[in-house]
């Protein structure tokens, strides 16, 4: 792992943004949701190529940093959505199949991970489901 690609690393960025989004729709982020979120990262996002962040580490970390971050200073989930749809529309050849496929699954079980979905997740997931296919 040596390429330091800032493109690369804003994308994780805003894949930590439109985590927390998912997470914070309903105005809570559960713990669960976070557990949530780190594993995936670990398991899935980590492998997916062999960016890194200027430290060095796999820039995929970025996306717990960012959720982290903005969950801290109780950003607006709605807000957080619209900045992902507007960077989706900007980048989009940084959305591969792959990597669709990938955001679905990881907003798909934190939305599921405490007590099912609720309605303003289901809106959001639904609302994401559309970007993803544009």
């Not at 962040?53 to 807000?79: C, G, K, M, R």
């Not at 289901?122 to 994401?128: E, G, P, R, S, V």
Request: glycine residues 2%.
């Amino acid at each position: 792992m040596e390429n330091t690609n800032k493109p690369q690393l804003l994308f994780y960025q805003k894949m930590g943004e439109l985590f927390y989004a998912i997470a914070a729709a309903d105005k809570v982020v559960h713990k669960e949701e976070y557990k949530t979120l780190k594993k995936l990262v670990l398991e899935k996002w980590k492998n997916l190529d062999d960016y890194e962040d200027p430290f060095h580490t796999d820039a995929a970390y970025q996306i717990e940093v960012v959720f982290d971050w903005f969950d801290y200073e109780q950003l607006d989930a709605n807000d957080c959505f619209e900045d992902f749809v507007d960077y989706k529309k900007e980048n989009n050849k940084y959305f591969t199949e792959e990597r669709k496929k990938l955001i679905w699954q990881t907003a798909n079980a934190i939305a599921s991970s405490f007590a099912g979905k609720n309605k303003s997740e289901l809106i959001m997931l639904a609302k994401l489901k559309k970007v993803l296919s544009e």
